[in-house]
């Protein structure tokens, strides 16, 4: 069984044994039910126990901006479909991903969801779908002038992503750009030192 498979298994073993055995749904429907009890229903996913696994699952980067986030911050579970929206799938492991606290507040990810106006589809993209390729809609470019090392979309799901994340600091999240490029410029230096033929600089890379 692949690392993949056991964490999901055991996800849906700790899922099992916490999950109320009311649906989400009726709880929701329950005039009885206070807000409280809505709460608590929806927030049975956050065990201690499957945040580990998310942050070994995505190596403690976040799942949208790839920044290393349990360095600094304890990140994020984050679902894909809000649960606010499709509370059916608030207790689904493959709606389950981790996040920086920015990709999702409320001025990046948080609850904005863009749907396809013809098919419906999520315009947003899930790297862990099994069928979406970031490449395809995502392009990596490095600024030699510049120095800066840019994400940009080669369609509308990419500038849709592009956007929302802020990725190229548009909007004010110009650590994240910076960071990037910072990473680039470093491995670059190695690149440049090991064609020298560096024996130690070669062993770090």
């Known amino acids: 069984m692949s690392v993949v498979a056991l964490i999901e298994f055991y996800f849906k073993l700790i899922i099992c044994i916490t999950i109320p055995e009311e649906p989400l749904e009726s709880i929701k429907s329950n005039n009885k039910a206070t807000k409280t009890d809505i709460n608590k229903a929806q927030n049975k996913y956050s065990h201690p126990q499957v ?14 901006c790839e920044s290393k986030i349990i360095v600094v911050t304890y990140g994020a579970i984050e679902h894909f479909y809000p649960k606010s929206q499709y509370p059916d799938l608030t207790f689904t492991w493959e709606n389950l991903l981790l996040s920086c606290d920015k ?23 899930d790297p862990t779908d099994g ?6 809609h995502l392009e990596f470019v490095w600024d030699e002038m510049a120095k800066l090392a840019s994400v940009y ?14 990725l190229n600091g548009m909007r004010g999240r110009k650590e994240l750009i910076n960071h990037r490029s910072q990473y680039i410029k ?3 230096a190695l690149l440049r030192y090991a064609k020298q033929g560096d024996s130690e600089v070669l062993s770090l890379l």
Not at 51 to 64: D, Q
Not at 131 to 136: K, L, M, Q, R, W
């Open 51 to 64: 945040k580990e696994a998310l942050v070994k699952m995505f190596n403690g980067k976040c799942a949208y």
């Open 103 to 125: 990709c999702n507040d409320a001025n990046h990810k948080g609850t904005n969801f863009p749907l396809d106006d013809i098919t419906g589809n999520p315009l947003l993209i």
């Open 131 to 136: 069928v979406t390729d970031p490449n395809t």
């Open 153 to 166: 979309g080669r369609d509308r799901r990419g500038q849709i992503v592009e956007d929302l994340f802020d």
């Open 186 to 188: 470093k491995l670059l």
